[in-house]
């Protein structure tokens, strides 16, 4: 049984949601990590890295799923998303922890069947998968379904269209 820490990154909300992979898969945790809006963007960053450090240190996940970030029409809000990834990564990467990175549509299109899927269908695919009695909060969903996208592909047998392969 593999431990997956999903993290859906945000310069003000950071979710993180943690599940065994095993049959069925389960959840162990899921939360977001609030930032303060008063805070300059530094603190912001250092309590991302603290507060994973502490999650990773508590839970000991194995691997971790990230989401990519998309292009973004306002560069501010895509600089400071790059910021928290970054605080992000290296958390994990501090713990000795493999990534993989996941574009959105292809987190949405492993959970929700839809690259366009929205966040409510998200939400109810991750309660539905891992059978919870309540939705976790949106930021949280979206970890959740980054840890369950990252176990549903690194446990499919490898084919052409994975691989890159060409016939």
Same mark, same amino acid.
């Given at each position: 049984?593999?431990?997956?820490?999903?993290?859906?990154?945000?310069?003000?909300?950071?979710? $993180?949601?943690?599940?065994?992979?095993g049959?069925?898969?389960?959840?162990?945790?899921?939360?977001?990590?609030?930032?303060?809006?008063?805070?300059?963007?530094?603190?912001?960053?250092?309590?991302?890295?603290?507060?994973?450090?502490?999650?990773?240190a508590?839970?000991?996940? *194995? #691997?971790?799923?990230? #989401? *990519?970030?998309?292009?973004?029409?306002?560069?501010?809000?895509?600089?400071?998303?790059? /910021?928290?990834?970054?605080?992000?990564?290296?958390? !994990?990467?501090?713990?000795?922890?493999?990534?993989? #990175? $996941?574009? =959105?549509?292809?987190?949405?299109?492993?959970?929700?069947?839809?690259g366009?899927?929205?966040?409510?269908?998200?939400? $109810?695919?991750?309660?539905?998968?891992l059978?919870?009695?309540?939705? =976790?909060? #949106?930021?949280?969903?979206?970890?959740?379904a980054?840890?369950? !996208? /990252?176990? /549903? /592909?690194?446990?499919?047998?490898?084919?052409?269209?994975?691989?890159?392969?060409?016939?």
């Amino acid at each position: 049984m593999t431990r997956i820490l999903g993290i859906d990154p945000g310069s003000r909300v950071t979710g $993180y949601g943690i599940v065994d992979d095993g049959r069925p898969t389960r959840l162990v945790t899921e939360g977001t990590l609030r930032l303060p809006r008063q805070a300059g963007l530094a603190e912001r960053l250092g309590r991302i890295f603290d507060g994973l450090a502490e999650l990773i240190a508590e839970h000991r996940p *194995q #691997e971790v799923a990230l #989401e *990519q970030v998309f292009v973004h029409r306002n560069a501010d809000t895509a600089l400071k998303l790059g /910021h928290a990834r970054g605080a992000a990564l290296t958390a !994990c990467v501090q713990a000795g922890l493999p990534v993989a #990175e $996941y574009a =959105p549509a292809r987190i949405k299109q492993a959970i929700a069947g839809s690259g366009r899927a929205d966040k409510t269908q998200v939400g $109810y695919m991750v309660r539905a998968l891992l059978r919870l009695r309540t939705s =976790p909060a #949106e930021d949280a969903a979206d970890a959740l379904a980054a840890a369950l !996208c /990252h176990a /549903h /592909h690194r446990s499919a047998p490898l084919t052409a269209a994975t691989t890159g392969a060409r016939r």
